[in-house]
């Protein structure tokens, strides 16, 4: 008599199959108990099946399955207030438009509530047929953390506001930002400003200061050649003359009468109400000229999504370089990643081959299989959990990655005016302009620059 038994590659299935020759006698139930027994099988046995494995010879029966561990819930948290306001001029009645009033701030009141969590559930272990436990995923637990101005309930679930102020999400810590009002310049008589909330400036930033803020920054006067960093948005009523070494980052978004000489960095958009002239400015969102006569004359202006502005370049021809479609350092990080996921799975390979060495010897030598040699295999088949783990989330962040590369070819340039001597750029396709051109829409289709 033969008795075939085999195991499924991920040992959730156990199949049986009873060969005897004429005059044999079948085994009986506690026999097939104890043959898979000695096989390894110990959970999920399914007696009926043995039954009926015994009562037809020949034919396979599958007598044990696993059960595959339960899916956890990820937690969540929702915010009451927006993360992300829409950068809008106010426009009254009669027509007129305050390019500095775009509802920047939130404001909130004490006790009012700003976010609630709902915890992640874990999900329930499982088995294979050999009885080994198999481990749910650990679910998503959201960073919840009550900031500077803020509260903590006692169940750990709510955040609210313990003043008026204005709540942003900082680094992952909920905060309410109170603003810093200085009624001068920044000059000698007050230093470098660094402040953990906004800064509300009624004067200019002189030449050689810096003001540094948590929130925003709001400038009356002037920005000399001087450093304006923000995590929030900056709003610089007049202009900015930046000279060699000036400096204005803002985590959000820059809003600005005009730019000369000056450099801008912004992670959302930037607005400039007439002109940009020899600059670099930087957005992660959109770059728009808002007034009339707008124009960006030399310098380099690069967007995440769009640029539009009256004028680019000038009459005389000079160099100006326009991009949309641009994310800093996107393409070394994607090439990080591959590189990393290609690192991984060699070593997965590796660990494989080791684990295949394992399960050989442990088929052959069974219950004389030594614990030593047990406990290694259940040591490589942990880590290469945990490398294939590695590989699923760098995949999603590379997928995160081409997704976004694919979003930015949408990206456009549009201007009344395009002077020759101007070079524009969608993505990666660039052309230098050698014609003056009206009434432009520049785009992607079909792999090229396209004039509209």
């Given at each position: 008599m033969n008795i075939d038994l085999d195991l499924s590659v991920d040992k959730m299935l156990a199949t049986i199959c009873i060969r005897v020759q004429e005059g044999e006698t079948l085994p009986s139930l506690e026999d097939m108990r104890q043959y898979l027994k000695k096989g390894g099988i110990n959970y999920g046995i399914d007696e009926g099946a043995l039954n009926q494995a015994i009562a037809k010879p020949g034919s396979i029966f599958t007598v044990a399955k696993g059960e595959s561990p339960t899916s956890p819930v990820d937690g969540k948290v929702e915010y009451k207030f927006p993360?992300?306001?829409?950068?809008?001029?106010?426009?009254?009645?009669?027509?007129?438009?305050?390019?500095?009033?775009?509802?920047?701030?939130?404001?909130?009141?004490?006790?009012?509530?700003?976010?609630?969590?709902?915890?992640?559930?874990?999900?329930?272990?499982?088995?294979?047929?050999?009885?080994r436990v198999l481990m749910p995923k650990k679910p998503f637990n959201p960073k919840f953390v009550a900031g500077k101005g803020t509260k903590l309930s006692e169940d750990g679930l709510s955040i609210f506001a313990e003043a008026a102020g204005t709540p942003r999400l900082i680094e992952g810590k909920l905060v309410v930002l109170h603003t810093l009002d200085i009624d001068k310049d920044i000059d000698f008589s007050t230093g470098n400003i660094v402040f953990n909330g906004s800064v509300n400036i009624k004067g200019s930033v002189l030449s050689g200061f810096s003001v540094e803020a948590d929130g925003d920054v709001m400038v009356a006067g002037i920005v000399e050649e001087?450093?304006?960093k923000a995590k929030g948005n900056v709003v610089v009523r007049s202009g900015f003359e930046g000279g060699s070494n000036g400096f204005v980052q803002a985590g959000k978004s820059v809003n600005i009468r005009f730019v000369h000489n000056g450099k801008i960095v912004a992670g959302e958009d930037v607005l400039i109400e007439s002109e940009a002239f020899f600059s670099s400015i930087m957005a992660g969102g959109k770059v728009v000229m808002q007034g009339r006569n707008s124009q960006i004359t030399g310098g380099n202006v690069e967007a995440g999504v769009e640029i539009r502005s009256r004028v680019i370049g000038s009459y005389k021809h000079t160099k100006t370089q326009v991009s949309a479609g641009i994310v800093p350092g996107l393409k070394e990080k994607l090439e990080t990643i591959l590189n990393r996921i290609k690192s991984i799975e060699a070593q997965v390979k590796k660990a494989k081959e080791i684990e295949d060495r394992f399960l050989y010897l442990k088929k052959r030598q069974k219950d004389k299989f030594p614990q030593a040699q047990s406990d290694s295999l259940e040591s490589i088949q942990k880590t290469i959990e945990s490398y294939l783990g590695q590989i699923e989330s760098l995949k999603k962040v590379k997928d995160e990655i081409i997704k976004t590369k694919e979003e930015r070819k949408s990206g456009r340039i549009i201007s009344d005016i395009i002077y020759p001597g101007a070079i524009v750029t969608i993505a990666d396709i660039s052309q230098e302009i050698s014609e003056e051109m009206r009434g432009v829409s520049v785009r992607i289709e079909e792999g090229e620059l396209k004039f509209y």
């Open positions: 993360l992300k306001t829409e950068i809008k001029p106010k426009e009254d009645k009669s027509g007129n438009v305050d390019y500095f009033d775009l509802g920047f701030v939130y404001n909130t009141k004490e006790g009012e509530l700003l976010a609630v969590k709902t915890p992640p559930i874990e999900g329930q272990p499982g088995r294979d047929v050999t009885g001087s450093t304006i």
